[in-house]
């Protein structure tokens, strides 16, 4: 097996169908390729349809897993050269994998243990294709650079970002989003895939910051595009409370694990900080709200 291609469904019945069915629109030509579905305990449908569809391999799990860990089972059951982690809630619009797998397969990018592609959404708008690699440099820069050297902030410290045009068709990136990540397999292997700490957030970075720390390179091919709808299975109007306490619970522990508890500490106070300012210039108690959440992570 050439691509292992892997899908986490968690209750997105219909947006996981689509994911699919894009692949098989979409699939590489002359490349062997295998569809595994991980499903975190659907309850909206999803088992009784994906036990039907013979074009892929169906794994339902009685509780849910979060992302990390549910990707280590389809990752665990590959036994491909490579696998492409693609979310439920992202599709192809053209074969991304064909030039991945070649990109990868030139002996000058044996260094290179992911890529990825330009992301947008189904707007066609830039979407978050990854970002640098979080560190307290770019917590402090939060409350200055991003304020006072805006320019400077999203081209060298920012995380999260959208697609740098004027880097080319080619380009290093600190760690590519977990919505299309193609990986070498043999280096997860040798290194490990997600660390199932985590349960949501955090988890391709922390991964990514031991492929740099282990002198391999995540990069984008910019040429190729594929759809995103960020957060289409977890859109709400209001603030969601649990979200916010795993996102930060989820980024003090990658602070904790990369840069130390004293880093942790230091950067939780800064993001709390940071709302309680926020809350104060645009009067939104969200932001207090968020403040007090993140406050709670250092106790």
Do not use: W
């Not at 899908?7 to 019945?13: A, E, G, H, W």
């Not at 004293?262 to 940071?274: N, Y």
């Amino acid at each position: 097996m050439d691509i292992s291609i892997i899908i986490v469904n968690y209750n997105t019945l219909e947006l996981t169908k689509k994911s699919i069915d894009s692949v098989f629109a979409y699939n590489p030509k002359n490349i062997e390729f295998e569809v595994i579905v991980v499903d975190n305990a659907s309850t909206d449908g999803s088992k009784s349809c994906f036990e039907e569809d013979s074009r892929i391999t169906y794994i339902y799990s009685d509780e849910n897993l979060g992302f990390g860990r549910a990707n280590n089972i389809g990752i665990k059951r590959s036994n491909a050269k490579y696998v492409f982690l693609l979310n439920s809630d992202a599709y192809l619009v053209e074969d991304v994998l064909t030039p991945f797998y070649n990109f990868m397969e030139l002996p000058q990018n044996k260094d290179v243990v992911c890529c990825g592609a330009n992301v947008i959404n189904s707007l066609s708008e830039d979407s978050i294709i990854g970002g640098n690699l979080p560190s307290v440099q770019e917590s402090i820069a939060r409350l200055g650079f991003a304020i006072f050297f805006l320019p400077y902030y999203r081209k060298h410290l920012a995380s999260g970002v959208k697609h740098y045009k004027e880097k080319g068709s080619v380009y290093e990136i600190g760690y590519v989003t977990g919505a299309d990540m193609f990986l070498r397999k043999s280096v997860l292997d040798n290194l490990g895939a997600f660390d199932p700490s985590f349960f949501l957030y955090y988890e391709e970075t922390e991964m990514s910051f031991r492929f740099k720390k282990n002198n391999f390179r995540s990069v984008i091919l910019s040429d190729y595009k594929l759809v995103h709808d960020q957060g289409s299975s977890s859109k709400t109007p209001a603030i969601n409370k649990n979200i916010e306490k795993i996102f930060s619970e989820s980024r003090y522990y990658y602070f904790q694990k990369c840069y130390g508890i004293g880093s942790a500490r230091f950067v939780t106070f800064l993001f709390a900080l940071q709302s309680v300012i926020f809350g104060i210039f645009t009067i939104n108690k969200n932001d207090f709200i968020r403040a007090r959440i993140i406050f709670k992570t250092l106790k």
